[in-house]
């Protein structure tokens, strides 16, 4: 679950991370209203509005921007809520704007030059090991750096049962550069900040950039943070978290019913029981010249009522062109389920305008080919998983 950039803040600070302290807003008088109280809080006149989408790059669309007093932070507050914020991470329409952060401007002027560093902390799959990874280029998109300057971008590996380790912390103040009170500022950061990430079950917490400010203080002026969904039972005050309006409307719907679905680019829609067979059927697709439009495991018990809602959500996608059944009846009986998929194309009526290959292998396989072939509807079966592929391709050709 992906959260907005002022709630992973609000963890940080809660782990002692130094943070841009801020106040969220959904209008312009709110928006002004919270520099004010930020203004009695740190004392700070100039503003930064932060739009808060769930993507990345938000400064490149115009998201981000600095306000030095009340009247620039309504006219800017007013800018950016309600716009469609297009970032090179969102689709070409962008996102809905519906709050906005304002924070306090921590780019001052003063003794020492502020720098931005770029700090992640994330899981190393390969090596199963959380992993700490930083460079001195931050601000910048960490794509790019890890292309054509990959030598600046350091990890550090943590043992879990030890933990970040206090020379590990300090390496990391020492790799960006840091001397005197910034250096012992990072080793604090560091050590916060993966306390933060252990802590909550994240899976992410992307920091981009971490401020040296010029009087000598680390901080976070960003925040990307995924957390764990199968660890939120453990977290129920990261369940409010969720804004449902950054989310793919087909997949939230799919979620209530309980079903297993992943919404992709391609043009064949796909119903399977089980994550491996469904891993395979795309595998398939793909063989078969074409793209998977979803994941979707109806799981176990591919009843008649499942399939049918299966088939509701797979057609809410408007590019899908032809839709895979592979459904392998070991504990649900072929027969049952075809007869699902036959009542569900006649419940749906004229909602099906577009071909449906369905595989059943396992039991009562032979009557529930017998069933799919009888019912007089523009449903082909398959029995081997060959037959399918070829079927597939030849209703996209
Ligand atoms: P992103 O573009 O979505 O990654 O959003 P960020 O939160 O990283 O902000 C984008 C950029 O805005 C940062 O890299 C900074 O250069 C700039 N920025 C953020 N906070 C401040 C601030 O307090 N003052 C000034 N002057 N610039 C800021
Ligand atoms: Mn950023």
Not at 159 to 170: H, I, K, M, T
Request: hydrophobic share 45%; glycine share 8%.
């Amino acid at each position: 679950m992906n959260i907005h950039e002022f709630q992973g803040k609000s963890i940080l600070s809660q782990h002692g991370v130094r943070i841009q302290r801020g106040l969220v807003a959904s209008t312009a008088e709110g928006a002004v209203q919270a520099a004010k109280d930020l203004n009695e809080q740190t004392g700070t006149s100039w503003f930064v509005i932060k739009a808060q989408v769930h993507a990345g790059g938000r400064g490149k669309g115009g998201g981000v921007k600095l306000a030095k007093n009340y009247d620039e932070v309504a006219t800017i507050a007013d800018q950016i809520l309600g716009m469609q914020l297009v970032t090179p991470q969102t689709s070409a329409e962008g996102k809905t704007v519906h709050q906005v952060l304002i924070a306090e401007d921590v780019y001052y002027p003063g003794e020492s030059e502020t720098s931005e560093f770029y700090m992640s902390v994330l899981l190393d799959r390969a090596a199963g090991r959380n992993m700490i990874m930083y460079s001195t280029e931050g601000g910048m998109d960490i794509e790019t750096v890890a292309e054509q300057t990959p030598q600046l971008i350091f990890t550090e590996t943590i043992d879990p049962s030890a933990g970040l380790l206090p020379f590990q912390a300090r390496r990391v103040a020492f790799n960006l550069g840091l001397r005197g009170t910034a250096f012992k500022e990072m080793t604090k950061f560091v050590t916060a900040l993966y306390q933060a990430y252990v802590q909550s079950d994240a899976s992410l917490f992307e920091i981009n950039p971490v401020l040296k400010t010029s009087d000598d203080k680390i901080m976070a002026v960003d925040a990307k943070v995924s957390l764990d969904e199968n660890a939120l039972f453990r977290h129920k005050d990261f369940l409010e978290m969720r804004d449902i309006r950054e989310e793919n409307p087909i997949e939230v719907e799919a979620k209530e019913v309980g079903l297993n679905y992943v919404d992709l680019d391609g043009n064949v829609g796909c119903m399977v029981n089980g994550a491996g067979l469904a891993m395979a059927t795309m595998d398939l697709i793909k063989q078969a010249g074409g793209e998977p439009a979803n994941f979707l495991d109806v799981g176990g018990t591919a009843d008649a009522a499942r399939v049918e809602t299966a088939f509701r959500i797979i057609l809410k996608d408007p590019s899908v062109k032809a839709i895979l059944i592979n459904i392998f009846g070991g504990i649900v009986r072929c027969d049952r389920v075809a007869q699902g998929v036959v009542d569900a194309y006649k419940n749906l009526g004229d909602a099906i305008k577009i071909p449906i290959i369905v595989r059943l292998q396992g039991t009562n396989a032979d009557i529930a080919k017998e069933l799919i072939d009888n019912s007089g509807l523009d449903v082909q079966s398959a029995v081997e998983f060959q037959e399918a592929a070829d079927k597939v391709q030849a209703v996209l050709t």
